[in-house]
Structure formats: C-alpha cells, structure tokens
C-alpha cells in the first residue's frame, strides 16, 4: 500500500512537471518545434522560478496571487517529492519517513 502510494506522488509529480513547461511556453508565447526552448532539461525549481519571474510582471490581483500561492506550493510539494524519491527511507517511532543525506 505504502508503495502505491510513493509511486502516485511520483506519476503526480512528473504530470506536473510535464504541464509546467508546457504553460510556460504558452505564456511566453514559445513555439518549441524545431528549437530548444529555454525550458529544456531544466530542474524544476528553475521552472517555478520561471512562473514566479512571470506572475510578478502581471499587476496585482487574483491572477498573480493564484501563480504566487502555486508557486509557495509547488516548491514545498517538490521538496517532498525529492525526499521520497532520492532519499533513505527509515522509521522515527511508527512512522515512515524520508530523509535526504541522512548522517
């Protein structure tokens, strides 16, 4: 069970990814064919960092409130994503963790 449940934040994970880069060339109206868009091979924070760049040209309002919030979001969520994915999992108590170079 616990597995089903790493390897759905994982899938989750990567569709978001996935759709990131694919909203940023929209929204800096990037046509990729043929060329390497600046998204290409890019850690994810680099492309949260993108949207942020982009959510603070936009004026004050819902809009750029929204971006801001994912943005907060999304960081915290990938953090926790790279520690279940790269990191050791051990126990504290009866419960699962992971940790990132654990010492």
Known sequence: MVSQR????????AAIEHHLERALWKLKGV?????????DAKMISDLIGMLETFASTLPAGEERTLLETWCNAARLAFAIRND?????????GDTLTFMNNPR
């Open 31 to 39: 046509n990729p064919m043929g060329i390497r868009p600046e998204t």
């Open 84 to 92: 279940i994915a790269h990191g050791v999992p051990t126990n504290l």
């Open 6 to 13: 790493i390897a759905a934040i994982i899938i989750f994970a």
